[in-house]
Each structure stands twice: as structure tokens, then as C-alpha cells.
């Protein structure tokens, strides 16, 4: 599954497009330049859909520290390789 290059995708969007419980053997999730704007969204999309990937690329998104007091990131207990580069 791959949602890179999709500008519209935001955090509704990609809990939408990960149809929750649809991908529970998904390893490699590319979603490069979709135009996310936060971590903690990202987070809460893989939560909501059940995805545990072990490979997470969000290079090239406008991602921005969240605020104080927000919400924190958990993120997927199968995660080995995160890949933030020209993310912020």
C-alpha cells in the first residue's frame, strides 16, 4: 500500500484510506508528500485502523512539533524504521 504523493491525504483521510482492520499484515507503509501536518494524527490514524507496520516513511510532509498539552504519539509496537527526512 503505498499513499505517498496524495496531497489531499490528512489525518481523516488516511484513517479513511487505511480501512480499518483491511491491512493487518501490512509491513511497509510509504506515505511520502501527502501534506501531513502532524505526528500525533499519523499516530492516531495507525491506532484507529489497528496497522502495525515495521516501516514508516513520512519524508516530505510539513510536519510540525504539536502543541503542549496535545495529545502524545504512540507508535506501533512493530515499528523498527521511521524515516522523518526533509519532514519538518
Known amino acids: 500500500l503505498d499513499l505517498s504523493d496524495n496531497p489531499s491525504l490528512a489525518q481523516a483521510c488516511l484513517m479513511a484510506a487505511l480501512c480499518p482492520n483491511k491491512f493487518p499484515a501490512l509491513q ?3 506515505v511520502r508528500h501527502p501534506g501531513l501536518k502532524t505526528l500525533s494524527g499519523v499516530c492516531a490514524a495507525l491506532a484507529a485502523a489497528r496497522v502495525q507496520p515495521q516501516s514508516l516513511d513520512l519524508s516530505h510532509n510539513s510536519l510540525r ?3 503542549p498539552g496535545a495529545t ?3 507508535w506501533p509496537s512493530a515499528l523498527r524504521s521511521l524515516n522523518l527526512s526533509f519532514a519538518g
Open 72 to 74: 502524545r504519539c504512540v
Open 65 to 67: 512539533v504539536t502543541a
Open 28 to 30: 511497509y507503509l510509504p
